[in-house]
C-alpha cells in the first residue's frame, strides 16, 4: 500500500499509468466491450464501474490540455432510444478534477472501436450501463 494511491487502482493499472506518455489513450470500457479484441495491455477491473476508476485515474492522470477533445464517449445509435445518464457521472469527476472538465465529444461506434485499437490499453470493467465506453488522452503534468 502507498499513501495517496486510491486502493481501487490495481498494480498493472499503475504500471500502465506510469509508462504511458503524453497523447497516449486508455480505454475504460464497460462489461459489454470487446476488450480482448483491440488493446495489447488489457487491465481487469472486474466488479468496479468507470465512474469509480475514472475518479481514480483522474487524481493521477491528467488529461491532454493540448487538444480539443481529450475524452471519447462512444455515440448511441442513430436509432436507438437510449439516453446515457453515466455521461453526466463522467463529467461531474471531471469538473473535480480538470479546469476545464472533460472536454468530450462523441462518436460512431464503429470509430470508437478502431480508435480503442490503437490505445496504449484497455481496462475492463464490470460497468453495467449501456453506452458507458470512454477514453481518455494523457497530458502532461505541469
Known amino acids: 500500500m502507498l499513501k495517496g494511491i486510491p486502493s481501487i487502482l490495481p498494480p498493472e493499472l499503475l504500471k500502465i499509468l506510469m509508462e504511458m506518455g ?8 464497460d462489461g459489454n466491450f470487446p476488450k ?3 488493446a495489447e495491455n488489457v487491465i481487469r477491473c472486474d466488479g468496479h464501474g468507470i465512474p469509480e476508476l475514472m475518479e481514480a485515474i483522474l ?3 491528467p488529461l491532454d490540455p493540448y487538444v480539443e477533445h481529450p475524452t471519447v464517449f ?10 446515457p445518464v ?5 463529467r461531474e469527476i471531471g469538473r473535480k478534477y480538470e479546469e476545464q472538465g472533460l472536454r468530450e465529444i462523441c462518436i460512431d461506434k464503429f470509430e470508437f ?5 490503437k490505445a496504449y490499453a484497455v481496462v475492463a470493467t464490470g460497468e453495467t450501463a449501456l453506452y458507458a465506453n470512454v477514453i481518455l488522452k494523457k497530458g502532461v503534468i505541469k
Open 113 to 117: 472501436y478502431d480508435r480503442a485499437k
Open 36 to 38: 480482448f479484441a483491440h
Open 22 to 29: 503524453h497523447g497516449d489513450e486508455i480505454v475504460l470500457a
Open 86 to 90: 453515466i455521461w453526466d457521472t463522467y
Open 59 to 61: 487524481k493521477l492522470m
Open 74 to 83: 462512444m455515440a448511441v445509435l442513430p436509432d436507438d432510444p437510449y439516453k
